[in-house]
């Protein structure tokens, strides 16, 4: 497998799209008609979904490149992608909210944790990189 250093422009754009979706999932949760503690549960679903995403690409990443994984924290990482946005899901299901405010929630969800899988992936291939001087790295795959 080849590494490339990822754009200046690709790692901006994913950083933004980051940005956007925990911005936007805020400013909605602030400016939501609802209970101070529903508005827990949605900030903590965020939180414990980005969380999940990141470690599940480091996980997946770090097998790729033949370092040992055990399979229950492989597992437990996808336990922990679904359970989030499970639990998103069913939040938004029985939420007392317009139809558009829910998808407004889902794609800023899903927005966050495909930009911070993406931003997870270039801070890698950046450190990656840097540790070998070059422009591009060929990574022998794991067998």
């Known amino acids: ?3 490339s250093k990822p754009t200046k422009a690709f790692r901006l754009a994913s950083i933004f799209a ?4 925990v911005f936007g999932f805020l400013i909605g949760l602030m400016n ?3 209970q101070l503690n529903e508005k827990g549960y949605y900030f903590a679903i965020l939180l414990f979904g980005l969380f999940s995403f990141v470690s599940l690409q480091k996980t ?4 790729l490149e033949g370092q040992t994984i055990s399979k229950p924290y492989l597992l437990m990482c996808w336990v922990a992608v679904g359970a989030a946005i499970a639990m998103l899901g069913i939040g938004l299901y029985h939420a007392e909210l317009l139809l558009s405010e829910k998808g407004f929630y889902a794609m800023a ?4 944790g495909f930009s911070a899988i993406t931003v997870q992936k270039n801070v890698r291939d950046t450190m990656v990189l840097e ?9 022998e795959e794991a067998k």
């Open 1 to 3: 497998m080849i590494i």
């Open 18 to 21: 980051l940005l956007a979706g």
């Open 32 to 34: 939501a008609q609802m």
């Open 60 to 63: 997946v990443r770090d097998k």
């Open 109 to 112: 969800f899903l927005l966050s």
């Open 131 to 139: 540790d070998s001087q070059a422009p591009s790295v060929l990574v």
